[in-house]
């Protein structure tokens, strides 16, 4: 879950005219400008380009995704839309108008919190007040309607996963691929194993100021990792059916729900930091020790150049991983 990041820009929606036919496209483009003034999002000549709406947000990345994840049914490829000129009028326009207000209104909280995360903290723990009590109480309700969310959102996945334990997914709508991880040195194993030669290579350096808003009492949200057998990268695909559309729907209402539950809770949290301001925290509510910290830097390179036996003997082999990728796309045909 990526927490909400200020970040100036316009949000254009535009139609393209066919250059040779006169044609307006039936799809729409949802994108991000960053330049003033906003650049067009569709290539081509301007002439040929309609405009339906712009709006500025401070924090454009955030707002994209809110819409992409509400209005994933009609979404194509990329950012590219199956929808009329009315329909973003009577629904993309209003969506995206509630969200840049609500931006704007939790603006000045994330800011606080950005600056505070550069200001060390000052060891002191400190009462709650009556309205820190109540805001505390909102969080965790949040975070446990974000969990019940997610964890739906997990039920409609498996079922998804079901309709193809002996295939290698289903066109448009979920597919496996398979990524290799990388060998990479153990260096907990290595460094208990051959302390005196391992901190010859570590070193401390100072980092910046840093520190971890932690909630009291919030409930941990765990995603279940789905497990493919590599042989089925082999197989054909599945056929789509009736359930696998019905369920693959339901899934795309879900990335809605949840990012707006995911905006709520951030939201939320925005606000009690702010008011934790320079103390380490708030009793019972929540915690921010902000602090410079030493880090401990492992020399690899040099470690391998000198001692190439014992780097070769603790690197972990190379695994091939089979991923899933739920496809967020409500249209299966994009012409």
């Not at 924090?59 to 509400?70: A, D, F, G, P, R």
């Not at 990329?78 to 009577?90: C, K, N, P």
């Not at 010859?200 to 840093?210: A, L, T």
Request: charged share 30%; aromatic share 8%; glycine share 4%.
């Amino acid at each position: 879950m990526a927490v909400p990041k200020i970040d100036q820009g316009t949000l254009l929606i535009q139609r393209a005219k066919d250059e040779i036919s006169g044609q307006w496209s039936r799809y729409v483009k949802i994108g991000i400008s960053r330049s003033l003034p906003p650049r067009d999002i569709i290539g081509g000549s301007p002439e040929y380009i309609l405009t339906i709406y712009t709006i500025k947000s401070p924090m454009i990345e955030n707002l994209s995704k809110q819409l992409m994840s509400t209005f994933s049914h009609c979404r194509t490829k990329g950012q590219m839309f199956l929808i009329d000129d009315q329909s973003v009028i009577s629904d993309i326009i209003p969506e995206a108008e509630r969200i840049a207000t609500s931006q704007n209104k939790s603006l000045s909280n994330f800011q606080s919190k950005v600056l505070l995360k550069t200001e060390e903290s000052s060891g002191h723990i400190r009462k709650p007040t009556h309205k820190e009590l109540v805001l505390y109480s909102q969080i965790i309700y949040a975070k446990l309607d974000l969990k019940v969310k997610i964890a739906n959102q997990e039920i409609i996945k498996r079922r998804l996963f079901d309709e193809i334990h002996n295939s290698s997914g289903i066109p448009g709508v979920l597919k496996l691929t398979s990524s290799v991880r990388k060998r990479y040195l153990q260096k907990a194993r290595l460094k208990e194993d051959y302390r005196a030669i391992y901190l010859q290579y570590e070193s401390e350096k100072s980092s910046k100021i840093s520190g971890t808003v932690k909630i009291k009492g919030a409930p941990s949200i765990r995603k279940e990792k789905s497990q493919f057998d590599i042989q089925q990268l082999n197989k054909p695909s599945s056929d789509r059916t009736t359930s696998t559309i019905i369920s693959h729907s339901t899934y795309l209402d879900s990335l809605a729900d949840i990012a707006k539950a995911e905006w709520l809770y951030e939201s939320l949290i925005a606000k009690l930091a702010a008011r934790v301001g320079l103390d380490d925290g708030i009793e019972g509510l929540i915690s921010w020790k902000r602090k410079n910290t030493k880090k401990l830097i492992f020399d690899e390179d040099s470690f391998k150049k000198n001692h190439p036996e014992i780097y070769s003997e603790y690197l972990e082999p190379e695994k091939t991983i089979v991923t899933s990728r739920i496809s967020p796309y409500g249209i299966y045909e994009y012409k």
